[in-house]
C-alpha cells in the first residue's frame, strides 16, 4: 500500500505542472491570473518565468513579438515581432536587440483615443534597450503589412502627448525612428 501511495504521488509531480501568479503592477497584493499556452513546457523553468514576468506567452517571450493585447480584439491586433540589430544614431548596430515588451493597459486605451479620428489602431508595443541614444531605428516583423500601406507610427512623450515618427512601411515590415524606450502606437489612415 505505501508503495502504492509513493508511487501516485511520483507519478502527480512528475506529470503536473505548477500553477504561477504574480503580484499586479500598482495593486500590491493583487495577483494577476498567468494563462500558460499548451505548448508552453519548453523544458526550461526559467524560461516561462521569464514570459510570466513580462506578461507574456512562451512563444512571444521566445520570439521577442507581441501577438496579443489587453482591450484589444485579437482579430484586429497587428503582431509584431523584433530581431537583432538596429541604428543608433546612424551607426548600425548588428548584434543589438530592441525588447519588445506588452503595453501597459492605461497606454492602450490612450492609443485608442489617440487612434480617433485618425484610423484603427492596429497594436501598440513597449520597446526598450539599455543602450543610450538620440534617435534609433528599428524595424518591426509585421506579418501582413503590405508596401505604402497608410501606417503612422506615434511615439509616447507624456500621458498625454504623442508624436508621429519618421515611419516606413515595406511588406511584412514597418520600420520607425525613435528617440526614447517607450510605447509606440501603430495606426493605419482609413
Do not use: C
Not at 68 to 89: F, N, S, T, Y
Not at 118 to 137: C, I, R
Amino acid at each position: 500500500m505505501k508503495k502504492l501511495i509513493a508511487l501516485t504521488l511520483a507519478g502527480a509531480m512528475i506529470f503536473s505542472m505548477p500553477v504561477m501568479a504574480k503580484e499586479g503592477v500598482g495593486a500590491p497584493g493583487a495577483p494577476v491570473a498567468v494563462y500558460l499556452e499548451a505548448d508552453s513546457d519548453i523544458g526550461v523553468p526559467a524560461e516561462t518565468v521569464r514570459a510570466i514576468e513580462e506578461d507574456k506567452t512562451i512563444s512571444e517571450h521566445m520570439n521577442n513579438a507581441v501577438v496579443d493585447h489587453w482591450a484589444m480584439d485579437p482579430e484586429d491586433v497587428q503582431d509584431l515581432a523584433i530581431g537583432k540589430g538596429a541604428v543608433l544614431d546612424g551607426v548600425a548596430a548588428p548584434g543589438l536587440t530592441f525588447e519588445l515588451l506588452k503595453p501597459e493597459l492605461k497606454r492602450v486605451y490612450a492609443a485608442k483615443e489617440l487612434a480617433q479620428g485618425k484610423g484603427s489602431l492596429l497594436a501598440v508595443a513597449n520597446v526598450h534597450t539599455h543602450v543610450g541614444y538620440g534617435t534609433a531605428q528599428i524595424t518591426f516583423y509585421a506579418p501582413g503589412v503590405k508596401a505604402g500601406q497608410a501606417i503612422t507610427v506615434y511615439q509616447r512623450v507624456t500621458d498625454d502627448n504623442w508624436v508621429a515618427v519618421p515611419t516606413v512601411v515595406a511588406d511584412d515590415h514597418v520600420t520607425v525612428d525613435i528617440t526614447d524606450n517607450t510605447h509606440l502606437a501603430f495606426i493605419e489612415a482609413k
